[in-house]
């Protein structure tokens, strides 16, 4: 029999509805995955005769490629369209735009787009399943996974942990991801940000909140730096990059505070010398290229579960 709890529906929106068994039988999952990508031969029949396609109205290196690798490693045709190189050009909206690749027989759309909610109009509007790459500033659920999937390699589990997330919240929809998936398995998630940076409502989703990088950090066991977003920000949010390094930024002396064997992560791309100084990103406690890594397995992972589930 099924496990009701540890099974999926059509699209992947957000971890805020997943429940703590859910995301641990994604991560589960992902072992499998990981292991399947450390063989010589990485390709797998798990989704053999689907197609996947790649809809991005943002620029994307990690988790277009990841999830375009995943497919095919898994045997599904793997197919993109960004809004540079499509008829959004010649201006289809949205949901004209998932429909006419839905009515292509589709599987799974994974979507990326700066408007909240765009993945969820979506999933509304089409029969195919709907995997949310990053929609504005909500959530980004497959990075919180690879992050909560590294942390639970590189440490044995997540329960108990504290977890440090550092830099622009306001705009991050890695942090939102990653507060509703830590606290659901049992972290202790603290945010240090100034207080522009900071989203009204962030203490009510379960983190702790400090003005100041140094009592977030203070005895951390993972310290996550989020990229300084200035592509969403209207107006200066911060005085100059050179002052928002100095009292926000993970740097050498910064880091000290948080434990010896604190994990240093980041979702990438990195603003080098902004939010983290080079010689933190790349020192011995750095897991910023296995987040990387784990995020194929990650999406191979998601992929699998989230097409087989409208099968059982
Ligand atoms: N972390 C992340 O979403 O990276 P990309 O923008 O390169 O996909």
Same mark, same amino acid.
């Given at each position: 029999?099924?496990?009701?709890?540890?099974?999926?529906?059509?699209?992947?929106?957000?971890?805020?509805?997943?429940?703590a068994t859910q995301?641990?039988?994604?991560?589960d999952?992902?072992?499998?995955?990981?292991?399947?990508?450390?063989?010589?031969?990485?390709?797998?029949?798990?989704?053999?005769?689907?197609?996947?396609?790649?809809?991005?109205?943002?620029?994307?290196?990690?988790?277009?490629l990841s999830?375009?690798?995943?497919?095919?490693?898994?045997?599904?045709?793997?197919s993109?369209?960004?809004?540079?190189?499509?008829?959004?050009?010649?201006?289809?909206?949205?949901?004209?735009?998932?429909?006419?690749?839905?009515?292509?027989?589709?599987?799974?759309?994974?979507?990326?787009?700066?408007?909240?909610?765009?993945?969820?109009?979506?999933?509304?509007?089409?029969?195919?399943?709907?995997?949310?790459?990053?929609?504005?500033?909500n959530e980004?659920?497959?990075?919180?996974?690879l992050?909560?999937?590294?942390?639970?390699?590189?440490?044995?589990?997540?329960k108990?942990l504290?977890?440090?997330?550092?830099?622009?919240?306001? @705009?991050?929809?890695?942090?939102?991801? %990653?507060?509703?998936? *830590?606290? #659901?398995?049992? !972290?202790?998630?603290?945010i240090?940000? &100034?207080?522009?940076?900071?989203?009204?409502?962030?203490a009510?989703?379960g983190?702790?909140v400090?003005?100041s990088?140094?009592?977030?950090?203070?005895?951390?066991?993972?310290?996550?730096?989020?990229?300084?977003?200035?592509?969403r920000?209207?107006?200066?949010?911060?005085?100059?990059?050179?002052?928002?390094? @100095?009292?926000?930024?993970?740097?050498? %002396?910064?880091?000290k *505070?948080? #434990?010896n064997? !604190?994990?240093?992560?980041?979702?990438? &791309?990195?603003?080098?010398?902004?939010?983290?100084?080079?010689?933190v990103?790349?020192?011995?406690?750095?897991?910023?290229n296995?987040q990387?890594?784990?995020?194929?397995?990650?999406r191979?992972?998601?992929?699998?579960?989230y097409?087989?589930?409208?099968?059982?």
């Amino acid at each position: 029999m099924n496990n009701p709890e540890q099974s999926f529906g059509k699209d992947l929106l957000g971890l805020k509805d997943l429940s703590a068994t859910q995301i641990e039988k994604i991560l589960d999952t992902a072992k499998t995955m990981k292991f399947i990508l450390s063989q010589k031969n990485k390709k797998t029949g798990h989704l053999v005769g689907k197609s996947i396609v790649t809809l991005f109205y943002e620029n994307s290196t990690r988790t277009r490629l990841s999830f375009e690798l995943a497919a095919k490693y898994m045997s599904a045709s793997a197919s993109g369209v960004s809004s540079t190189n499509s008829s959004v050009l010649k201006g289809e909206n949205l949901i004209d735009t998932a429909k006419t690749i839905d009515a292509m027989g589709t599987d799974v759309i994974v979507v990326r787009h700066p408007m909240s909610g765009a993945a969820n109009l979506i999933a509304k509007s089409v029969n195919a399943g709907v995997i949310n790459a990053g929609d504005g500033m909500n959530e980004h659920p497959t990075q919180a996974l690879l992050d909560m999937f590294t942390i639970t390699e590189k440490k044995g589990r997540v329960k108990g942990l504290r977890v440090a997330i550092v830099g622009d919240a306001l @705009h991050s929809r890695v942090v939102r991801s %990653n507060i509703w998936g *830590l606290t #659901k398995l049992g !972290a202790e998630v603290s945010i240090g940000a &100034p207080a522009t940076l900071l989203p009204p409502d962030i203490a009510k989703m379960g983190a702790k909140v400090y003005n100041s990088v140094q009592e977030a950090i203070v005895d951390a066991d993972v310290v996550m730096a989020l990229r300084m977003q200035n592509e969403r920000q209207k107006s200066g949010l911060y005085p100059t990059a050179a002052e928002y390094a @100095h009292f926000f930024g993970i740097n050498e %002396n910064r880091i000290k *505070l948080a #434990k010896n064997d !604190a994990l240093i992560m980041h979702p990438g &791309p990195i603003n080098r010398g902004l939010e983290l100084s080079s010689s933190v990103a790349d020192c011995e406690n750095s897991v910023i290229n296995e987040q990387v890594t784990n995020g194929v397995a990650i999406r191979m992972a998601v992929l699998y579960l989230y097409t087989r589930g409208r099968e059982v």
